[in-house]
């Protein structure tokens, strides 16, 4: 592994607690693996870390345009009769930081000298153990995209089947990786087993209640994902086809997407869905609509 490729982590404060950031509890997480298959299909949030976003400008909005400049990192799980799948792995690596019980403050720099602050709480494992589960139970695993703050902890899960478009895998791993990318982090899935999604939808377990669609745009094969709940209903988990509620609310578009052209046809595909299936769209960065949502163990059914 390339020195530039490193993921360089600094605490810079162990006092950066506020009201809308959980506590970590600091225990001992219950004894985890061979989870049992639900009965119904099940979705569990995990609090991967809170990034504190310095400019607005880059997601085409003033500041003056937003509630608040913070985006959620959240992670998510879903536990089909039939088995598991793990949806984007978080902005730092478990394997980067200790947990003190309170908030860290992290300062991410990317390999292009990008930097970023995100606030960590609890490693993600500790939160999967939680819920009864370890990296080993996991049958799949699937990325949105491939920028840092999505792909922290896929070398975690070196058993996992890995879903993936040509295009997005073809960008991870080409000779100069794209810009807001941690290499590293995922530099292990070269060697799980993939499965190249070539159509539109693929329908996880077969059934249609778990179904990642292409929504190409942010990256080349950026992706949602579809979940149909029992009690619930039909979520769609947005990946970063949006970032903040008002890029939807006032129609703006990133600067560094892939292609913006791409971004606003997937927009547009995805809300003729939501419209078709009733479904609830889950903005994963949105701040606020995140802090609402129940978290692991804690689940929707
Ligand atoms: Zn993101």
């Known amino acids: 592994m390339k020195a530039n490729n490193r993921i360089v982590l600094v605490a810079v404060a162990t006092a950066l607690v506020s009201t809308a950031i959980p506590r970590g509890s600091g225990q001992t997480a219950p004894p985890a693996g061979h989870a049992q298959p639900p009965q119904s299909v099940r979705l569990y949030v995990f609090d991967c870390g809170t990034l504190h976003i310095a400019d607005t400008g880059r997601f085409g909005l003033k500041p003056e345009e937003v509630t608040t400049s913070d985006l959620s990192v959240p992670c998510f799980l879903v536990a089909h009769p039939k088995g598991t799948l793990f949806w984007d792995t978080g902005a730092v690596p478990d394997s980067a930081w200790k947990p003190t019980g309170a908030a860290i403050t992290y300062h991410v720099v990317l390999p292009d000298s990008q930097e970023r602050d995100v606030i960590m709480v609890k490693p993600l494992k500790a939160q999967l153990a939680e819920a009864g589960y370890s990296p080993s139970d996991i049958t799949y695993l699937a990325l949105s995209h491939y920028h840092y703050d999505h792909t922290a902890n896929a070398n975690a899960f070196p058993a996992a089947t890995w879903l993936v478009r040509q295009e997005e895998r073809d960008a991870m791993f080409a000779e100069k990786p794209p810009g807001v ?118 689940y929707y059914e």
């Open 181 to 298: 990318t941690q290499p590293s982090t995922y530099a292990s899935l070269r060697n799980n087993k993939t499965v190249i999604l070539k159509s539109d939808d693929y329908d996880v377990f077969g059934d249609g209640t778990v179904v990642i669609k292409s929504a190409p745009g942010h990256t080349p094969g950026h992706q949602v994902l579809y979940v149909k709940l029992v009690k619930t209903g039909g979520i769609l988990l947005s990946g970063d086809l949006y970032h903040y509620p008002e890029e939807r609310r006032l129609n703006r578009v990133p600067t560094f997407e892939f292609n913006q052209e791409q971004t606003r046809a997937s927009r547009e595909a995805i809300d003729t869905f939501l419209r078709k299936t009733d479904a609830q769209l889950w903005i994963q960065h949105d701040f606020k609509a995140n802090a609402r949502l129940k978290k692991a163990p804690d």
